[in-house]
Structure formats: C-alpha cells, structure tokens
C-alpha cells in the first residue's frame, strides 16, 4: 500500500469519525443545572468579591468556581453530585463545607468569619483552588486589544506558533509563512512585550516554527497600539505571552506529540512558587519535516525564449531545541528583581530540485535542472533583567528592564546545474548572519484622583545585523571553485532608536479618553561591499525624528457594552536584508535585489468599533480605514541575463505610490448549546493602490500598479462537546482574491480538524488533528509584465496530521486569582502594555 492509499483511507475514516462524533454529542452531552447563592458576614452583610469553589469529589473535572458580585452574590452552573464547597474572601477565614448538589435553585448563604486582627493587618491574597474546566471564551475583546486563548484550539495541539497563528481572528498565514493582519504584512512580533531573539532575525518563517504552541499561554493582537508601543508595525502588533505557571508549590505538563509528514515534539513547562521566590523552567525540542512546492508558467513577447515552464520540489528536515528559565525575587513588599534566560537552537537541511522547460522561437527545447543541496543552523541567546517598584499602594510605580539578545545565523547551499542533462555549472552559497540587540526600558505611571493617570517612559534599541555572502562556481567539476563577484558581499545595518513617550488616560462617567504622543528619534547606518570589480564601497545614512499621536476615545452603555473610536500615526521600517543590494542567491533565474535607498512608510489608522458580551456570546465589529505614503511595493521585471543566456526574473523593493484599506473586521463568540460552540472572524475589505515605476535600464515600458476592488476573509471554527472529557473541532478558513493592473491573486480555502479526550482523571489529555483536510491551501496568482505573463502556484505544506499526548503534574493545588477590586486605572497587563481608554 503506498503512501497516497493509506492517506486516502486514513482521510475517510477520519470523515466517518466526524459524523459519528457529531451524533453522539446528542447523546452524551453532560447535562447541568443553574446553582445560585450568597455569601455574607456574622452580621449578615453582604461579602463583595469572594471567591466560592465547588471540587466535586467523584470526578474533579466537573468542579468549576464563581466570584460573588457586590452584592455578595453568585451563580454557577454544575452537574449534580457531591461537593467540597470552599469560600475565601480578603480579611475572612477560609471556610470549607460538604454540600450535595441535586436539582436547580438557590442553595442559600454561607456565612464566613472575619480575621482575628483584619482592620490592623496587610491585607493577604486570595488563594482559590485549581479548576480544571475551560476558559468560557477563547477569544476575549479588551479595551486596546483582542486576546487569543489557544488552549481551547484543539487544530493546533501538538504544532507550533505559525499553526496556532494560522487560527487566530483577524491573522492569516500565506503558503509561504508569511504572516498578516487585515491583509497588511508589517505586522511586529513581540514575546512578553518586547522583541525577542526567540523569533530570529526578521521574524523569519522557520523562526514561528521553533517556538512550541504548548509553551504559549495566549495571543494579543493589537491592531492599533498606543503611544507606549513602539510605532513600527503599520499592520498592527502580535505580542506572544509565554507561560508562567502562577500556581503555588511545584506544577507543570509535558506534552509528546508524533505526527506525518514525520514530525515529533517533546515540550515540558515546570514551575515552583513559594513564599517570595518563583522560577520557571521551559523546554523541549522536536523533530519535523516540510515539503514546499512551487511552479511557474511564462509566455515572452520578445526575446529568444517564447515560454518557460518551471517546478521547485524543497524537502526539508527540521530540528529544534529550545531552553528558557527565571527568577523572580520579592525584596520588599514593594519592590521586586527578575532575570531570565533563553536559549533557542534551529537546524535544517533541506534537497530542492527545480526544473525547467525552455521553449525558444526557433521552435526548440531545452531541459535544465538544478538541484539544492542546504545546510542551515541558527543559534539564538536572550538575557532579561527587570526592576519594578511600587512607591505606594495607590499604583504609582516604576519599572525597569533591560534585554541582551544575540542570534547567529548560518546557511550553506551546494547548487548543481545541468542543461539536457550535461553539467553545466556548480554553485556553492554560504550566507552567515550575526544579529546582536540591545534593548532598555522604563516605565513610569502615577494615578491622579479615582479615575486619571499619566504614563511616561523612555526606550532605547540599539540593534546590529553583519551579513556575509559567499557565492562560488565552477563551469567544470574539475576546475576550483571561484568567487562569483557580484554576488559575494559583506554588509553592516545597525539602527539605533531612542524613544520617549507621555499618554494621559481618564473617565468622565461613561466616557472614556486617553490622549498620546511618541517621539522617535531613528539613526540607520549602513554599509555594503561586494567583489565586482571597479565597484566601489556604498554607505548609507539616514536620520529620522517623528512624531506619533494616538487618541482612544470609549463610550460605556453597560458594562461589557461600549462603543470605542481610535486615531494612531504608525511608521513601517524596511526590513534590513530589503536595503541589503543582492541579499540572497538560490536560483539564477529568480534574484531578489535589495533597495539601499529604501525608506519608511507611514500611515494613518482609524477605527470605529462596537463591543458587546454576554454570556453565551461575544460580539465585535469595528470598521477600519489605513492610508499608507510611500508605500513599498514588490517591482518584479524580467532581464536577459548574457552571462547565462537565459531570462531572469528580478524582484526589487521600491518606495511606490499609496494604499488606501478600508473594511469590516467581525469577530464573534456563541455558545449555541451547552455542546456547541462557534468563533469566527469576517473580513470584508477594499483596497485602492496607486504608483508607477520605470527604469530604462531594467525594463522596456512601465509597470503599473494602480488598481482597486473588494475582497474578504473569513474562518469560522465550531467546537463540538460531546461530554466533559471529549471535545472535537472543524476549521474553516477562506480567503478571498485579489487584483491589480500588474497582479492577479486567486482565493484559497482549506479545512482541518481536531479532537482532544482528557485522560486519567483530568492529569492527562490526548489530542488528535489535521492540517487542510483537503490539502487545497495553496496559493496561486498571475503576473503581468511589459514583456511577459506568468502563472505562479506555490504550496508550503502539504496535508499533515499529529497526535500528542499531555501529562500534567503538581504538588501545589493554589493559584492566585485577583487580590482586590481592581483599579481601573492599574496596567495589568506588564511589561510594554497599556491599558487604553477606560
């Protein structure tokens, strides 16, 4: 049986499962009834904020928790049975009773004593017992932000980053990892609130590879941050937080997961938390193999050759290790220290082989074939060190932080190329990049009366990239290797940035506001020089100083109901191989040139968005428009190269024209029954470019890129429950097509599937899923050209599946939930946050 049989019928089963799922979730589903009740004190006042936690004895995954309101009151929904009922309130005793929960009603009040010496003492944490039940909404929308909760994302159990991205609202990941946001792919990724080493040089596709989905507690995404954030990033921010177990004792998980195309991980996450010390301990590494497929038809209007036909089949065999661990010191009350350490490796090898099919105007053909041989290994350090201070308990405080981060970077190509199969040449690339940042942080907030506050804060980033580019050939196996001029180079960018920043936030009964500016002070230097003779040395300099406004306007109804209106002013800096000349060699008929002369673009982002959640649902439309200057579009023109008399392709970034998006963002959660759930996310969108270029060196007639239209995403994942342990997922995703004068790009769609049983009362899970069911994800497009048209399909990976397995361990049972009513005006949400208008 070969590999497309057992595919095959491993796909119809897996289907015939679905439905049989689905059916039984009828039958099964747990059935609860809605248990209400109160807490008060000896005279008999009402206890606000406290925390009341059902632990059902025979099986504890049908526990839950409630927190009673201001009135001291509460409901939760649970399945009959007996209970251990545990009530902890700030300043009382804890108090614990046996209670059997048998029909629907109120179960009464539960009286709780107050501390011996309460009015006198500090006040304490509340500390509620572990519930094991899941989030009630995986997708939660905040005042500046949405937040992703991936562990009820059943699809990506056992992936990595890219796939857990691959599924959050608002995100899509094309066939060639790349990542955007409302179809713009300046997107800037942070890790805990700031650049991290963790993702490598340029946020690069193998980088969102290495990084666990197992390791990631949750995903905010950021479509238009304030005056505190950094101002690059014209799509928005992704700001990955890690995990750090907040239980008390010693916890943790391990998760193994084996998969096809043959892929498995090993990932454990550990902590310890006991009186004023608290370390975390993360790692693991796997194993995982892609297959990345690529064609390419073109017709010549003029020329020698009249059409070329090409294939580019790249098997790659991936391996990851990766390490991070912390301390966090209390000192005081007060004041606290933390450090932490990171260590990421990256390893790939991989086997390309194109060929090509050249049809000249005399009516011959001629075959010819390259085969890739790569060897990549990237090694990754980051050191954090942190200070953070209260000055008092009314939230004025200070924070510090300072961040080391190195990555280096090492790729060796050995490149064949026959013509009618006779060698013809030989190629070897090796590219080496060294990436060294430093990066300085503080932070300040001071409260002013019940509703105000004022944050300011000071940034330094000194960031440096040194490239080194070998390219070697050979026209004869027996003739050394020589030193390809052009293309073999050594290169410095360093950028150093200095920002400073003042926001004001407040609240005048149901309105909200908080008014921001951001200063940038930017200094790029670079350097470039290649081999080729008579070609001297190039420098670059640039300076930049601007200015960012950000304005957050919110309008309260009730709560969890509220209308908000944003302005911000963003910069998008280009990325630095794209101001690198020549930065990359592969294929000699498809060279990309970097642009030294490139510069940022800017935009204006305004949106208007209305937020409303209950308890069964969340709803989120927000209407955006972005305009873009000095927009950087991707010039592709094609060139008879007379070294090796062929047609070559040549992609250039420019500064071009404007682009103007406007659209719909609706995101959505419903819990439809007690057993299925839904969230989706509709883009609906227009687009309007506009630029022209020309040089006469390069290309004949002009290229234009102006165009117009409207297009859409959409994806849509239903979570079906079939009892408390067994859970099942279909995924959706579509994305519609696009067009401009100069490009044609097709819509996509593809379908996955997930299930998850949880195993050995409740310390273990199993999870089951696969990638593009119908193994339809793939992009494809046609370019048009003064002297050409080309069809171009490109598919980064094919269908996959994987299971994995979890087990989860502890000796401490306690987390900490929230200690006081919280002050509005608190950023909760640490290191590089904000909190918005109120």
Not at 19 to 36: M, N, P, R, W
Not at 96 to 123: C, H, M, R, W
Not at 209 to 228: G, R
Not at 685 to 701: L, Q, R, V
Request: net charge neutral; hydrophobic share 30%.
């Amino acid at each position: 049986m070969n590999q497309t049989e057992i595919i095959n019928i491993f796909t119809k089963k897996t289907l015939g499962l679905t439905f049989v799922l689905s059916a039984a979730a009828f039958a099964f589903a747990q059935e609860k009834v809605g248990i209400s009740g109160s807490v008060v004190n000896k005279n008999n006042q009402p206890v606000p904020y406290a925390s009341v936690t059902f632990s059902n004895k025979a099986n504890k995954l049908f526990s839950d928790a409630a927190l009673t309101d201001e009135k001291g009151q509460y409901s939760v929904n649970l399945a009959p049975g007996n209970y251990d009922i545990s009530i902890e309130a700030i300043d009382y005793k804890k108090s614990v009773l046996n209670k059997q929960i048998t029909a629907a009603g109120n179960i009464g009040a539960f009286s709780i004593d107050p501390e011996v010496s309460a009015t006198n003492t500090k006040t304490t944490e509340i500390q509620g017992v572990t519930i094991t039940a899941q989030s009630t909404k995986p997708y939660k929308v905040e005042l500046d932000k949405r937040t992703y909760d991936p562990s009820q994302d059943i699809v990506s159990k056992g992936g990595n980053l890219q796939d857990v991205l691959s599924n959050v609202p608002s995100v899509s990941v094309d066939t060639d990892g790349t990542v955007s946001m409302r179809g713009s792919s300046n997107v800037k990724f942070l890790i805990n609130g700031k650049p991290s080493a963790l993702l490598g040089i340029d946020d690069g596709a193998n980088a969102l590879q290495s990084i666990p989905a197992d390791q990631i507690e949750k995903i905010e995404v950021i479509t238009n941050p304030s005056s505190k954030f950094e101002a690059s990033g014209t799509a928005g921010i992704l700001n990955i937080i890690l995990k750090k177990n907040k239980k008390t004792g010693f916890n943790g998980s391990v998760t193994g997961t084996l998969g096809y195309l043959p892929q498995t991980n090993l990932n454990t996450n550990l902590s310890w938390r006991k009186g004023k010390f608290t370390w975390f301990l993360n790692g693991g590494g796997g194993y995982r193999e892609s297959k990345n497929t690529s064609r390419n038809n073109a017709w010549y209007t003029s020329g020698p050759i009249k059409q070329t036909d090409n294939e580019s089949i790249t098997n790659s065999q991936n391996n990851n290790y990766n390490a991070s661990g912390g301390l966090t010191f209390d000192i005081t009350d007060k004041t606290s220290v933390n450090a932490s350490g990171t260590v990421r490796t990256f390893d790939n090898e991989s086997d390309g082989n194109v060929t090509y099919y050249d049809y000249l105007t005399d009516n011959s053909t001629a075959f010819r074939q390259r085969t890739n041989t790569g060897r990549g290994n990237n090694l990754a350090f980051q050191g954090d060190f942190g200070l953070d201070h209260k000055f008092d308990d009314k939230g004025q405080n200070i924070a510090l932080s300072l961040s080391l981060q190195r990555n280096r970077s090492n790729n060796d190509t050995d490149i064949f190329d026959t013509e009618n199969y006779d060698f013809k040449l030989r190629d070897l690339v090796n590219q080496k990049t060294i990436n060294k940042s430093v990066i300085g942080k503080a932070d300040y907030e001071l409260p002013i009366g019940e509703n105000s506050k004022i944050e300011a804060g000071y940034r330094l980033d000194i960031n440096t990239n040194d490239y080194n580019n070998d390219v070697l050939e050979t026209e004869d196996l027996a003739t050394p290797l020589s030193y390809l001029n052009k293309y073999t180079y050594d290169a410095t960018y360093k950028e150093t940035f200095n920002a400073f920043y003042l926001q004001f936030k407040s609240k005048i009964g149901n309105f909200g506001y908080q008014l921001g500016l951001r200063d940038e002070l930017s200094n790029v230097d670079i350097y470039y020089k290649n081999l080729e003779p008579n070609k001297p040395a190039l420098n670059s300099n640039k300076n930049y100083n601007n200015l960012f406004p950000t304005i957050y306007l919110s309008y309260e109804f009730a709560k969890d109901n509220q209308l908000l209106l944003n302005y911000t002013k963003r910069i998008d800096r280009p990325r630095s191989f794209f101001m690198i000349p020549n930065p990359s060699y592969s294929d000699n008929q498809n060279i990309f040139d970097g642009n030294i002369d490139l510069n940022p673009s800017y935009v204006d982002s305004y949106e208007f968005g209305y937020s409303i959640s209950k308890k069964n649902f969340t709803i989120n439309p927000t209407l955006y428009y972005r305009h873009t200057t000095d927009d950087v579009k991707m010039v592709v023109y094609n060139q008879f190269d007379a070294d090796i008399q062929l047609n070559t392709f040549h992609t250039l970034p420019v500064n071009l024209g404007t682009d103007d998006r406007y659209g719909l963002d609706f995101n959505f959660n419903w819990d439809a029954t007690k057993w299925l759930r839904f969230m989706g996310n509709v883009d609906l969108f227009g687009y309007k470019t506009s630029g022209t270029y020309f040089d006469a060196s390069k290309m004949s007639e002009p290229l234009y890129f102006d165009g117009s239209g409207f297009s859409s995403r959409a994806r849509l994942t239903s979570t079906f429950k079939v009892d408390k342990t067994f859970n099942f997922q279909i995924q959706g995703f579509y994305r519609g097509g696009q067009k401009t004068q100069s490009l044609d790009r097709k819509d996509m769609y593809a379908i996955s599937f997930g299930a998850s049983k949880t195993v050995m009362k409740g310390n273990g899970t199993i999870s089951f899923n696969i990638q593009d069911i119908f193994n339809t994800r793939a992009m494809q497009s046609t370019a048009y050209g003064p002297n050409y048209i080309r069809d171009s399909y490109m598919q980064w990976q094919p269908r996959q599946f994987a299971l994995s397995f979890t087990y989860r361990f502890k000796q401490g049972e306690k987390i900490e939930p929230p200690k006081k009513k919280k002050d509005i005006n608190s950023n909760a949400t640490g290191d590089d946050q904000q909190g918005g208008p109120m």
